[in-house]
């Protein structure tokens, strides 16, 4: 396992197995994602950066589309499966293949559920009223995996309902026909609609989960799952208000995204809970939690200077897990209160609940008012490790800030989903910076961002805003270009208008379209109108194509006169054939001492090359930063002296941010065959010995990706020596064990240089002390109990991992009976984690299994392939696994989540698995969603890595040589 890359994105998935959650709030950075994994990881991640070109590309917990598993109907309050309005047949009039047509539009939903976790299947019955622009015979609906029973249409007030027939066609198995007896409209009608469906198994629609003997069902139904819950016009652009009716067990809990108004019992021992209407919603915002839920209620949160009256607030859990959600509720009060400072906007909506769901598949989902995370991020012990203090801060502002950027003003298609991610990631920032400086989330972002410059840098990259055609497209909207490279970009543009200029443009945003839907042009009209200049068009050359600027900048002083050329162009990988569209308008700003100040100037490099002048009265500058601040999304280059001025007599003038940036981009140039691979490695001494994490853990990806993909057998050991020489000397005054009042950072760097001691270099005394710690963890010399006091929380990655590796097949036994006996979903993804990094063939081969083991969560079952597919012999182990499990895994990872599985192998280096890859995938791709373009970046990583171990392999070798043996 490598350090953490915050270099790496959000991305991706499984693949990117190994991620941490730390840069939680620069989740930016560390992107959403990130934090999966990173829980699962043992301790932070790794990837190597190089590999970010991997595939990474899609954050792959993410969505949801595609269908529920149908299962048997059996249970108790299911109504007789009768159809008697439902039919299928082939069409003569078929499906619209993208959006539903125009000219019919819903303005209210009442929805009732039955909802009994214990069955296989619920029911429901929705009115639906409509506006018909024309006279109308057939209205397209989504509906998905549904019986409907009964389908009416009236108007109201005016006629009595009249039948109506229900058609779906295996085309578009989603979209239904509903056809009436004659014309209807123009004017408005009402729907109704009765309906029943299995409950989801995979994480998607209204889906079950059980807990030892309790079943809960939850919904998660971004992009476009809603449609398997109940049916209605399942896109953002219709935002209606809804009134919600759950019928659940007399003991069960229901929870909506509005208020309870009342209960009452019904038949059959169950109540039936109705929800006060909501504001305007699209319906992928809708959510529901029944079960046996634990719910706290906390103090109301404050009214303040934006928001007049006290705002309910409750945190739900499954049972017995209530008490856990104590670090949540204390902390998000000043999360939601720095936002309604920030938006000068309050809170929309009438309570807040924060749901703690047991198995769920990407990080969290900003429901309006009934906000879901996955239990990592909002069960926090009493010792919890920092990175998942720092994960559950950052999604929880991430999914706060979705309330105003998503949820009160909605894009009304996929297209403009950065307006959600891109925002809510880089809110984060600005308000984690404002609330715990201590976080650093401005280098977290940073990292997220030099992970996305990973993947933008693949001909196979997205735009920010890529058309949406297929739900294919839906999915891989959610990747780090969106989330990362759109927040990057919202950052830079923040800094070239100013701060608070930017700020009264978001105010304005958010004035003008609240409670409706606005799309990309509205936002940058309302900043250009505030900004009192043109923001549109730069900002458009970012979000319309793809690609990385590279600014090659060269310092020149003649005559006293001083200034710097600049030149852009598409940052290109060794081996890629990438090429630019047009030119971008970059902001640039460079760094450069001006007599005992550092100064700041700045152009709008709009051509291909530019001139800034600098200050003309002091002389030539020593050295220059082509990237002040980091705040730039471009990469950077200078000449060999240049590189050499900035890292001698600049360094110690650099910001850490500046530092990031520098250490990122002498990486960047060994991907791109700027600087030979021995010097760039020969420059990672400085970077390794610097207090910044961000800055350290840079030299730890290049050594990760150097043993990965360089590194012969023979010469592992001495690689390792010289890796692990960069650190030892920190790795020594830090200890294993935290000190007292020691700050967050120097527990996250202690975890990192831990980790890559003990797994990466193979460190003999970090590793030694390591597996001791693991060893005593599980009590497996001992008692077999549990010791948490063993070691550190930040540790328990780090110390499962080296005792896994090291131990024999009866440890291995142990620890799963650990992982079996728990449902701490933080100890869990540890466990697992470690048990998937076992290098013993057999153990391997025990671990891949469990990920079709029925004990595993869901949310589980891609962490075997993921850890193992981190290093050459682990992956070819998981290639050959996947290859003869593929069907039983497919069956059961979340629904969402299948289009990422290519991405796991994207650290492949040769042709041959290229072509296996290759082969495998294609037939198989069209099922999974977002498969087809991850497939394709995995493909591309593939070959760019064979292209730069061809070009950079001599001189890695040389180096390596160099080193003593
Ligand atoms: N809206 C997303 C969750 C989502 C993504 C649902 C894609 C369906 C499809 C949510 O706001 C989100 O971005 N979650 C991240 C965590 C975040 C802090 C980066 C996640 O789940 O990884
Ligand atoms: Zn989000």
């Known amino acids: 396992a490598r350090p953490a890359d915050q270099a790496e994105q959000p991305e991706g998935e499984a693949e990117r197995a190994a991620q941490d959650v730390t840069h939680g709030g620069s989740l930016g950075a560390a992107s959403r994602a990130r934090y999966t994994r990173a829980m699962h990881r043992p301790f932070s991640l790794v990837r190597t950066g190089l590999r970010a070109f991997a595939a990474s590309a899609m954050l792959a917990w993410l969505s949801a589309c595609g269908s529920a598993v149908p299962g048997p109907a059996t249970a108790s309050l299911e109504p007789a499966p009768v159809a008697p309005g439902s039919e299928t047949v082939a069409a003569a009039d078929p499906p619209p293949a993208g959006p539903l047509p125009e000219g019919v539009s819903p303005e209210h939903y009442r929805l009732a559920l039955t909802v009994d976790p214990a069955s296989e299947r619920f029911s429901g019955e929705v009115w639906i009223r409509v506006r018909l622009d024309a006279p109308t015979e ?60 299995p409950f989801g198994r995979q994480l998607a629609g209204l889906y079950r989960v059980d807990v030892g003997s309790d079943h809960y069902a939850f919904t998660q139904f971004e992009s476009t799952s809603a449609r398997l819950a109940f049916p209605g016009f399942d896109e953002p652009r219709w935002k209606t208000p809804f009134d919600i009716e759950l019928t659940v067990r007399q003991d069960d809990v229901a929870i909506a995204n509005t208020r309870e108004l009342d209960s009452t019992p019904v038949a059959g021992g169950l109540r039936r809970v109705r929800f006060a209407t909501t504001e305007p919603l699209p319906t992928y915002l809708l959510a529901m939690a029944v079960g046996p839920l634990d719910v706290i209620e906390a103090t109301p949160i404050a009214a303040g200077a934006v928001r007049s009256n006290p705002l309910p607030f409750r945190g739900i859990a499954a049972r017995g897990r209530g008490p856990e959600l104590r670090h949540a509720l204390a902390h998000t009060p000043a999360l939601l209160a720095a936002l309604e400072e920030y938006t000068g906007t309050a809170y929309p909506y009438d309570k807040l609940d924060i749901i703690a769901v047991p198995d769920f598949a990407s990080g969290a989902m900003e429901n309006a008012g009934a906000i879901t995370f996955r239990e990592q991020l909002l069960l926090l012990g009493d010792q919890p490790p920092e990175d998942q203090v720092r994960s559950f801060t950052g999604v929880m502002a991430h999914e706060l800030a979705h309330q105003w950027f998503g949820n009160l003003v909605t894009m009304p298609w996929w297209d403009d989903i950065w307006l959600n991610e891109a925002f809510a990631t880089w809110m984060t920032t600005v308000v984690l910076m404002q609330t715990h400086p201590d976080m650093h989330a401005e280098l977290g972002a940073l990292g997220g961002t030099h992970g996305a410059m990973g993947q933008d840098a693949l001909e196979a990259a997205r735009q920010v805003r890529q058309p949406i055609e297929t739900d294919h497209d839906i999915r891989n909207a959610f990747d780090g270009i969106t989330y990362q490279k759109g927040a990057a970009v919202l950052s830079m543009f923040e800094q070239w208008i100013g701060p608070d200029v930017f700020r009264e443009g978001i105010r304005v945003y958010l004035r003008q379209h609240r409670f409706a839907t606005a799309r990309t042009e509205d936002l940058l009209g309302a900043l250009s109108e505030v900004a009192g200049r043109d923001v549109t068009s730069p900002f458009l050359t970012f979000l319309e194509q793809p690609g990385v600027p590279l600014v090659q900048a060269e310092l020149r002083c003649e005559a006293g006169r001083s200034e710097v050329r600049l030149a852009q162009s598409r940052f290109v ?30 152009t709008l490099l709009e051509g291909d090359t530019g001139t800034l002048a600098l200050d003309e009265a002091r002389g030539c500058p020593a050295w220059v930063m082509p ?45 791109s065959g700027a600087v030979p691979a021995a010097d ?10 610097d207090p910044t994490r961000t800055v350290l853990t840079e030299p730890m990806m290049l050594a990760g990706a150097i043993l990965d993909e360089h590194a012969r057998p023979e010469q592992r050991a001495a690689s390792r020596r010289w890796a692990g020489g960069l650190y030892r000397a920190r790795a020594r005054s830090l200890g294993f064990a935290p000190r007292d009042g020691e700050d967050g950072e120097t527990r996250l760097v202690r975890r990192d240089i831990m980790g890559f001691l003990a797994v990466t270099a193979r460190d003999a005394g970090v590793r030694a002390e390591a597996v001791r710690r693991g060893r005593a963890l599980v009590g497996a010399d001992g008692d077999g109990a549990l010791h948490r006091d063993a070691v550190s929380s930040d540790l328990v990655g ?68 993921a850890v193992q597919a981190e290093h050459p012999e682990g992956r070819a182990r998981a290639w050959a696994w996947l290859s003869t499990h593929f069907e039983g895994l497919a069956a059961r990872v979340a629904t969402t989540r299948g289009g990422s599985l290519p991405g796991l192998f994207s650290g492949f280096c040769d042709a041959e698995h290229r072509e296996a890859v290759r ?29 730069r171990r061809e070009a950079q392999g001599a001189s890695v070798q040389s180096f390596l040589s160099g080193l003593r043996p």
């Open 627 to 671: 990237n002040a601040g980091a705040h730039g999304y471009y990469r950077w280059s200078l000449p060999s002296e240049g590189l050499r001025s900035l890292l001698g007599r600049g360094w110690d003038a650099l910001s850490p941010l500046e530092r990031t940036s520098v250490a990122n981009n002498l990486r960047a140039a060994f991907t």
């Open 138 to 197: 057939r209205v397209w609906m989504h509906g998905s995996a549904m019986t409907v029973s009964s389908a009416t249409v009236s108007r109201p007030g005016v006629e009595a309902a009249v039948p109506a027939t229900w058609t779906t066609s295996a085309e578009r198995p989603e979209v239904a026909a509903l056809r009436f007896a004659r014309p209807e409209g123009p004017g408005v009608v009402e729907l109704h609609l009765v309906f029943e469906a």
């Open 573 to 602: 990988p060794l081996g890629s054939s990438a090429v630019r569209a047009r030119p971008w308008s970059v902001p640039v700003c460079v760094r450069y001492p001006a007599g005992r100040e550092v100064q700041t100037s700045c």
């Open 798 to 865: 780090v110390a499962m991992v080296a005792a896994v590796q090291e131990g024999d097949a009866a440890f291995f036994d142990a620890v799963q009976g650990h992982l079996f006996a728990t449902e701490d979903a933080v100890l869990r993804g540890r466990l697992l984690a470690a048990l998937a990094s076992t290098e013993d063939p057999v153990l391997a081969g025990r671990a891949l299994d469990l990920a079709l083991d029925p004990r595993l969560r869901v949310n589980e079952v891609t962490v075997p392939l």
């Open 919 to 947: 082969a495998f995938f294609e037939p198989r791709v069209g099922a999974l969603p977002g498969a087809p373009r991850n497939l394709r970046a995995t493909l591309e990583a593939i070959t760019l890595c064979e292209a």
């Open 680 to 689: 760039v490695l020969a420059a990672m001494v400085r970077p390794a010995a």
